[in-house]
């Protein structure tokens, strides 16, 4: 009777250029092959458990976790080992997960450092040991012997050894070596396939690994590759030919005896939280009867009291409490250390979030869909993402790992896979192809061609000649596409446990120092149910919390977030001119652009406006449809009272994300699974996700329901177009807060406004040259750097409130010296540089940084002097050794020239980025280098569809992917920004200019859409060279 | 003093247009292949300059061609350059990367006067086709100055040349960056400027490292340099653009570089008999030719005609890069062919050489074969038989315990006739060669043939059985 099989020894790609499969790869062969179990055995690692595991939930075969390892060291007299270790129990799992931290956290990021002392010393007494003894060409007999004893002393019964058959030269012997050494130690054998890849056909990839892995080309690999390509999954009829029997009946055997599943891994939340004498749920129903007193003093909604009610049900059916304990318990940190925070995704679509201050999307206002939060038959733990203010989330996740410690706390990973430039230049680079002519060839792709005509780009591009060689490359590239490369740390995904971490998953070291990583993604967390905090970082809460406080020291008393005015109409009215510079989400150009054609005049207009400059509506073609009906323009209808509900409130346009998943249901009869398929293919689509397989079903249910055959195809569209930046209306609502109170303070306290803003940087889309401009056309008066009068921060001062720049934005200036400027700083200021330099305490570097920003006018005439006097200072260097001090008599002060109007403006850009003087357009103006150019004020006047001619200095160029071939230029003049858009065409025939020119001469065609003016460029000229003429050619030059 | 200088601003780039003139946009490219080196005029054109990433370079000009070089490539042409300045100037010294000085006004006499020195330099630069900015200064960092910012002027008038320096912007002056910040950050623009600053002041100010820096472009401190001197061997590169398919498209700059070695020996007053030709190729190994005369030799045409024959015997293997042409051993003309005295100066690199030629005379060259290892697992690609070269040391490779393998491989395996006696071991598979389009995949036994002898059977994926080899 023929036995089973158990593959005990496979390498997945998690074994970084070694294994050839994916786990769900291997785990799927196993199944077809009809083995009984398989084991995935990466090197020192378990990240590949989840994937195969996902693959394996339902099946008959049965999932093993081990590791393979590989010691630094050998017992005394033996060889050093190599062996795999199996998880016989959830305990033994523990064990492993235990040993793999060890040998991770003691090594660089992706290595490992394990030794036998390890071995000895940690407990390992649920696991079962596969030895795989040295070859001879590694280790004599006698050494490999005295290993095999070590190991038997370490895991008495629970040692086997295992024996492969690969076909190679020397196997033979091999097998000699490992029958005689399981007599001696007496020991059963078990079969292995020593497996690194799922199908034999893998094996050019598994080459070219080898290669890489190696520094080397396939080619020149030599030894380096495997003899043949045996090391893959074989079928049970070849395996009883290859081995005897018993072999085959030890691995069924020891497979039995491993009896641990992933799937059994439970989460256990931090019990911290939860006084003595109170269980979780009455404790969550306690503070969330607080919130709701908070929230709603005037008495809860009874439809927030039902919604709450159904809620706390359902949490506490699926044992959630936990979890928003937790969350409950940073966020209210955050809050006690004023550090605004703001949760946003789908849990703004919970009213218990909303009551215990994670969320700030008020549910008497907005209607939830708590089912996209939590669901019974999703069967997925929540997802709470909780934003805090950029300059201080450190802040919290110290708080995170000081409060649960670092034994129980630690990141997310983020698995960086292989994308196709990756991939092109790796398989290129194992194929020996010339590395410039590959980095030319990336380079003249266009990637936002589909995914399929990178190919044709490329052989167009003339990488070979040969038919048969871009049919390997090409191969080779699109399976090694979405190949783990390494594990980096997700950007604030935090795993929180209740016992020892490591016990439930391998934490290894991450790049960044004092981070420590678990070996597992965000999708491994889901596939296996266990729950993770998000802790990101918003640039945008610091600075309004600052500008709250700013606005607070103006009146006088605190002021927060929730006593900004709702629905101001001052704010709604600059905001539909386009006047928003600085305003969380809304001020890119295509926002910028968008505003004054949606007009927004209520929170939910915010909401949307937010949500529609995105790839999703954009290709979906929605957005010219809602502005129409928006407007009036065109009649609001729905095809039936389902597709009414979904569309209602965005007048039949889908824009959100939700609304189209919900659309395929109500429009293409998807059930509620395919639904969620659905939502999961849109999410990975941008890695690896394909959508195709949806279009048919999507387009044909609506045509069958009776839709326009032209909606569906639209519909389609914005579904690709969301994949991977799906824009939840959730997320929108959480984000249109932010826009409201940032655009109140900027209509409403603009000095508050860009003071915080310029504090707050490097954040949001514009530089601090273009935000100090913005405030000056706002009526904000800026005074420069002073060492008489500012402090590091940008500051309001008088009763004016005039914003005094502060020492920050002297580029390269030692914060500590700027701290030291302000605090040692005498009654009636400093009187002269060497008081400066002896009370601040500060180094030469710091003085002339300081003169080079012209900070100190009340005691130097001009920057030129101030820094010759500083420069006196310093020690002569020594001496030439033919020359006497005598020669370093010093002479009185020599005289410099006094600086020009251009001088003083380029040093103050070379110094702060920025300058307060004139414009340098207006110098060039003035000299009369730009005779027939038009300002961007003059543009507003001018009449459209006529030649124009603008310049500026360049502080943009982009290439959005939602506008074919189409480069947006940027130019700043005194006036303002002028909008210049460039075609494919024009662009091509003036590169140079184009990519170049820091000053750029544009004639063109000014055109206008209401409010909004564009320059369509035509003729592109460099000025660059008159930026350096500037200060030779000024009018005051002496 | 006077010294003159030679600048050559993209000494690479006329490197490749002399070996292959092309008119469209050139850059060179660092090893890695990630920024730009040098750009021609065309490139420069459609902006793209040196220090720019290679990305924005192609961004510029999407029909760029690209040449990747060796670090150390830049420094054997300026040694070719020293090498023909050498014979007009005595004194001349080195300033890499892309500088040469030349002490002259020992020269006037000799020459009849600057301007003529002038025209013979810029002369022989056309000869050779290369782009170099001349210059002439009374003190080497004068001339360096000038002629770095293409200034140059043909004059030995100490006060004009002192006033064109003064004239050049601070950044070209060759100043430290610390320095020349600090000096700009004073609103000074030009070196004249400089120069009026007090001596005293500039030195405790900025740096006396400045000071002594300033005072040698003025000649108020002596800047003595150390003459260079000439290499012993002769080694020539030609880089190609667009890759050369025939032997014809080499000849163009072999001639050049065979002309250049005839002018080369005959200044040296010295002959040879061995050249060594390597042909440099995209994706696989060199190709080494070593062309031998009859006799001491010199002359351009016969060592032409000779390579001409070499080369029809062995057709390219592939597309052509690059090409090398060294000389290594020279002979006195007149100096009689043996050893010396006692015999013990012969090492034992000649003792080979000696024999392989000896060898090579009799058997005729074709006959003469080098077996060395290969590391790939197939078996007919596990050896290679070389031209003999130089006794050669293996290349390092992992320790691996070789195979049992027969000692005589069949040139290709023929069909097995017969079933074998007795199966002794296997299989054994070998499966490889995918990539370069000799894919094998087989399993091998060594087996006994009825006829009693020990062969190294296999069979392929077709079923086929095969011979491969004979055991002893």
Redesign the interface.
Same mark, same amino acid.
């Given at each position: 009777m023929a036995t089973g099989y158990a593959e005990l020894f496979c390498f997945s790609n998690f074994t970084f250029l070694t294994g050839a499969s994916h786990p769900h790869e291997l785990a799927e062969r196993a199944l077809e092959l009809g083995y009984n179990a398989i084991a995935i055995t990466d090197a020192c690692s378990v990240a590949g458990i989840p994937r195969a595991w996902a693959a394996l939930k339902d099946s008959p075969v049965k999932l093993i976790t081990g590791s393979w390892f590989e010691l630094e060291d050998a017992h005394p007299g033996g060889a050093a080992p190599r062996f795999i270790l199996l998880a016989q129990s959830r305990k033994g799992y523990g064990q492993l997960c235990q040993l793999i931290t060890t040998g991770r956290r003691r090594a660089e990021k992706g290595q490992y450092q394990l030794f036998t002392r390890d071995i000895e010393t940690q407990e390992l007494d649920n696991c079962l040991c596969l030895w795989l003894p040295p070859a001879?060409?590694a280790a004599s007999y006698e050494q490999a012997e005295v290993c095999g004893e070590w190991l038997q002393r370490l895991f008495e019964q629970r040692l086997r050894i295992g024996a492969t058959r690969?076909?190679?030269?020397?196997?033979?012997q091999q097998l000699a070596r490992v029958r005689k050494l399981a007599d001696q130690l007496k020991l059963a054998i078990a079969a292995t396939g020593e497996v690194h890849m799922h199908a034999r056909e893998r %094996?050019?990839l598994q080459?070219v690994l080898t290669a890489l892995r190696h520094h080397s080309t396939?080619?020149?690999?030599?030894?380096?590759?495997f %003899?043949?390509? &045996?090391r893959y999954l074989r079928p049970l009829p070849v395996l009883q030919r290859l081995f005897p029997q018993a072999w085959l009946q030890e691995t069924v055997n020891i497979a039995n005896s491993c009896r641990f599943e992933p799937g059994s891994l439970r989460y256990e939340y931090p019990p911290d939280l939860v006084t003595k004498g109170e269980t979780p749920a009455a404790y969550l129903k306690r503070l969330t009867r607080d919130g709701e007193r908070r929230r709603y003093p005037g008495g809860t909604p009874m439809k927030v009291q039902a919604l709450i009610r159904k809620e706390l049900g359902l949490i506490s059916e699926l044992n959630y409490e936990h979890y928003f304990l937790t969350i409950h318990d940073i966020v209210a940190f955050a809050r006690s250390r004023g550090i605004l925070c703001q949760g946003r995704g789908s849990a703004a679509n919970s009213a218990v979030c909303y009551c215990l201050g994670i969320t700030e999307v008020n549910p008497a206002k907005v209607e939830l869909l708590f089912e996209r939060f939590i669901s019974k038959d999703r069967d997925e733990p929540p997802d709470i993402d909780v934003d805090f203010e950029h300059q201080r989330r450190e802040e919290v996740i110290q708080y995170i790992y000081q409060r649960y410690g670092r034994e129980r706390a630690a990141l997310a990973a983020t698995v960086i896979r292989y994308r196709p430039r990756s991939a092109i230049r790796d398989v290129g680079k194992a194929? $020996?192809?010339?590395?410039?002519l590959v980095?030319?060839l990336l380079? $003249?792709i266009d990637w936002r061609d589909k995914a399929t005509n990178w190919r044709q780009q490329i052989l167009d591009k003339g990488l070979t000649r040969n038919p048969?060689v871009a049919d %390997?490359f090409f191969t080779l590239v699109n399976t090694i596409l979405g190949f783990p490369r390494h594990l980096s740390q997700h950007v604030g995904g935090f795993v929180i446990s209740a016992g020892p971490l490591a016990e439930l998953v391998p934490v290894e070291n991450a790049a960044m120092e004092g981070r420590t990583v678990i070996q597992w993604d965000k999708d491994d967390l889901e596939s296996l149910g266990l729950m993770k905090v998000d802790v990101l970082a918003l640039g945008m809460l610091t600075a309004i919390r600052k500008a709250l406080a700013l606005i607070s020291e103006e009146k006088g008393q605190t002021f927060t977030i929730q006593d900004v005015p709702q629905e101001d109409s001052a704010t709604y009215a600059m905001l539909q001119k386009g006047d928003s510079i600085g305003v969380f989400q809304v001020e890119s150009r295509a926002q910028i652009n968008m505003l004054p054609r949606l007009k927004p005049e209520t929170y939910y207009d915010l909401v949307i406006e937010v949500a529609i400059v995105r790839p999703g509506p954009i290709q979906g073609d929605m957005v010219h449809p809602y502005l129409r009906r928006k407007h009036g323009l065109e009649a609001v209808d729905y095809p039936n009272d389902a597709v009414r509900q979904v569309l209602e409130r965005t007048l039949g346009v889908p824009i959100f994300q939700e609304q189209v998943i919900k659309l395929a249901m109500v429009a293409a009869g998807f059930s509620a699974g395919e639904a969620d398929k659905l939502r999961r293919a849109m999410a990975a689509w941008k890695s690896h996700g394909d959508l195709t397989p949806f279009r048919d079903k999507l387009i044909s249910g609506m045509l069958e329901r009776g839709h326009d055959p032209d909606f569906a195809e639209r519909l389609y569209q914005q579904i690709c177009g969301f994949g991977g930046y799906g824009f939840p209306e959730s997320h929108a609502a959480s984000f249109a807060l932010l826009v409201y109170v940032s655009a109140w303070i900027k209509r409403h306290h603009p000095a508050a406004f860009y003071c915080a803003l310029l504090n707050s940087q490097p954040m949001g889309f514009y530089s601090p040259s273009q935000l100090v401009q913005d405030a000056q056309r706002h009526q904000v008066t800026v005074l420069p750097p002073d060492v008489n009068h500012s402090a590091w921060e940008h500051t309001l001062q008088g009763k004016e409130k005039h914003l005094r720049l502060g020492l920050r934005i002297i580029q390269g200036l030692s914060s500590s010296g700027a701290e030291r400027i302000h605090q040692n700083r005498p009654a009636n200021g400093y009187q002269s540089a060497a008081e400066l330099r002896a009370r601040a305490g500060l180094n030469q570097r710091d003085m002339?940084l300081l003169?080079?920003a012209n900070a100190m006018p009340g005691f130097t005439s001009n920057?030129?002097q101030a =820094?010759?006097q500083l420069?006196?200072h310093?020690e002569?260097? &020594?001496?030439?050794a033919n020359?006497t001090m005598a020669? =370093?008599?010093? &002479?009185p002060c020599?005289l410099?020239?006094?600086?020009t109007e251009g %001088?003083n403006v380029l040093?103050d850009y070379s110094s702060q980025g920025l300058t307060l003087q004139r414009h340098p357009l207006a110098l060039l103006r003035e000299q009369g280098h730009l005779r027939y150019c038009l300002t961007a004020d003059q543009l507003k006047a001018t009449r459209p569809g006529i030649p124009v001619q603008v310049a500026g200095l360049v502080t943009g160029r982009q290439r959005p992917g939602t506008a074919s071939g189409v480069t947006f230029v940027t130019l700043e003049d005194e006036t303002g920004n002028i909008n210049v858009v460039v075609w494919l065409d024009t662009a091509r025939r003036q590169?140079?200019p184009l990519?170049?020119a820091r000053l750029l001469h544009v004639k063109g065609i000014i055109e206008k859409e209401g409010d909004i003016v564009h320059i369509m460029a035509g003729k592109l000229s460099d000025l660059s060279h008159l930026i350096n003429a500037l200060?030779?050619s000024s009018r005051d030059f002496h | 003093m006077l010294w003159l200088y030679l600048h050559f601003p993209h000494l690479l780039l006329d490197h490749i247009h002399r070996n292959q003139p092309s008119t469209g946009a050139l850059a060179i490219?660092d090893g890695?292949?990630?920024t730009v080196v040098q750009a021609c005029p065309n490139a420069r054109?459609?902006?793209i300059e040196a220090g720019m990433r290679?990305?924005?370079a192609?961004?510029?000009?999407?029909e760029?061609s690209?040449m990747?070089t060796e670090a150390r490539q830049e420094a054997w042409l300026l040694e070719d350059q020293a090498r023909w300045l050498y014979r007009y100037a005595a004194h001349i010294t080195l300033s890499p990367p892309d500088g040469i000085w030349a002490e002259v006004s020992s020269l006037q006499k000799l020459y009849g006067g600057l301007p003529s020195i002038w025209q013979t330099v810029e002369q022989a630069l056309a000869e050779r086709k290369l782009n170099a900015w001349v210059a002439i200064g009374h003190t080497p960092q004068a001339a360096q100055l000038l002629a770095r910012a293409g200034k140059g002027e043909c004059t030995a008038d100490k006060h004009h040349i002192l006033t064109s320096v003064g004239s050049l912007p601070l950044p070209a002056a060759g100043f430290d960056e610390k320095s020349c910040t600090?000096l700009q950050?004073?609103?000074?623009?030009t070196l004249a400027e400089v120069f009026a600053?007090?001596p005293?002041?500039l030195?405790?100010?900025?740096? @006396?490292?400045l000071l002594?820096m300033v005072q040698k472009i003025q000649g108020t401190r002596p800047d003595p340099k150390a003459p260079w001197q000439p290499p012993h061997s002769f080694r020539q590169k030609a880089d190609f653009i667009h890759e050369v398919e025939h032997t014809e498209g080499l000849l163009f700059s072999l001639q050049r570089i065979l002309s250049e070695l005839e002018e080369d020996l005959c200044w040296r007053q010295q002959d040879t008999d061995t050249l060594l030709l390597i042909l440099q190729h995209?994706?696989?190994q060199a190709t080494r030719l070593r062309i031998r005369t009859t006799g001491p030799e010199h002359r351009a045409e016969m060592f032409l005609k000779l390579i001409r024959l070499k080369l029809d015997q062995h057709p390219l293997s592939a597309p052509v890069t690059g090409l090398i042409l060294a000389v290594k051993h020279f002979t006195g003309r007149e100096a009689p062919l043996g050893r010396d005295l006692l015999g013990e100066t012969e090492d034992l690199d000649e003792a080979w050489h000696t024999l392989i030629s000896r060898l090579q005379a009799r058997l005729g060259e074709q006959s003469l074969k080098r077996l060395a290892a290969?590391?790939?697992?197939r078996p007919e690609c596990a050896w290679s038989a070389s031209n003999p070269g130089k006794p050669g040391k293996p290349r390092p490779?992992?320790?691996?315990?070789l @195979?049992?393998r027969p000692l005589w491989l069949l040139k290709a395996p023929r069909p097995l006739a017969q079933p074998p006696e007795t199966w002794h071991?296997g @299989?054994?598979?070998?499966?490889?060669g995918?990539?370069?389009?000799q894919r094998v995949?087989r399993?091998y036994y060594i087996a006994q043939l009825p006829g009693g002898e020990l062969a190294w059977v296999f069979r392929d994926v077709q079923g086929g059985w095969f011979i491969h080899g004979w055991f002893g």
């Open positions: 001879s060409s690969t076909l190679e030269a020397g196997e033979e %094996q050019p080459d396939v080619e020149n690999a030599g030894h380096c590759l %003899q043949n390509g &045996e194929l $020996g192809f010339d590395a410039a980095e030319k380079d $003249g048969k %390997q002339e003169a080079g920057r030129h =820094y010759w420069l006196e310093e002569p260097a &020594e001496l030439f020359e020669d =370093y008599t010093p &002479e020599h410099l020239p006094e600086p %001088q040093a590169r140079k990519l170049t200060p030779v | 490219v890695a292949g990630y054109d459609l902006g290679l990305k924005t192609l961004g510029l000009a999407p760029l690209i990747r600090r950050r004073l609103g000074l623009n600053l007090p005293t002041e030195a405790r100010r900025l740096s @006396p490292e002594a995209r994706h696989q290969r590391a790939d697992h490779q992992a320790s691996v315990t @195979p049992r071991s @299989p054994e598979r070998i499966s490889g995918w990539w370069d389009g995949h399993d």
